[in-house]
């Protein structure tokens, strides 16, 4: 039981682990899916969201896929410890969420239909999980960039959680928070399903459409 308490309670700041002052470690300069870069700015025009929803590796592989999308990237993002590593995150001792970084082209598609997409491939009511994973570093989360991201994560949020709750869901638990700093995870989860392609998925998703 003491495991659980541990890792399904968001750390305070004061007590987070000290982290680093630089990145203990290098990544890659491109994703190797889509041929584009992966850790510069988003080009002039396009746009960026952080998506929380379960273990990265299924949520990238999940974006990457997506029409309009630039670029991805795996990373910890919403937490305090300066460049973690990934387990240090996985303690829940940085109070980070693993995060999919996603640079669009809103020429191309919409906030709204990244939105539809990241409501239906996972449980936003789980809290501090999803499905058999355990831990803050699993919770749901929308890092917005601009408020009119944050507006519409409100108000699609608003919109699908009496959907879901009327098949038996509890309240939405999702994090919409401002996007703060995003530390690129370690180069070897970077397209890790690419990479390895019977490797682990977690979609623990509700199987509810979000509403037309």
């Known amino acids: 039981m003491s495991f659980f308490k541990r890792n399904t309670a968001l750390v305070e700041p004061e007590a987070a682990l000290p982290g680093r002052p630089e990145p ?3 990544v890659p300069a491109e ?65 980070h969420t693993e995060a999919v970084r996603i640079v669009y082209d809103p020429t191309k598609t919409t906030f709204t ?15 501090m999980r999803q499905g058999n994973d355990l831990g803050s570093q699993y919770r749901s989360a929308v890092y917005y960039t601009n408020d009119a991201q944050r507006a519409e994560a409100e108000r699609t949020r608003d919109l699908y959680a009496p959907v879901i709750a009327e098949r038996g869901y509890d309240a939405i638990t999702t994090e919409i928070a401002p996007a703060t700093t995003f530390y690129y995870a370690e180069g070897y989860h970077q397209q890790y399903l690419h990479k390895n392609p019977n490797g682990y998925r977690c979609h623990s998703n509700t199987g ?3 509403p037309a």
């Open 113 to 127: 239909n990244l939105l539809k997409v990241f409501w239906e491939t996972h449980d936003p009511t789980q809290g």
């Open 24 to 26: 203990g470690y290098p």
């Open 31 to 95: 994703n190797i899916v889509l041929g584009t870069p992966q850790t510069v700015a988003a080009p002039e025009g396009y746009e960026e969201v952080w998506f929380g929803t379960g273990c990265f590796w299924g949520t990238e592989e999940i974006f990457w896929q997506q029409p309009g999308v630039y670029t991805t990237a795996v990373g910890y993002a919403g937490g305090y410890t300066p460049n973690p590593s990934y387990e240090e995150v996985c303690t829940g001792g940085t109070g």
């Open 208 to 210: 509810v459409p979000f």
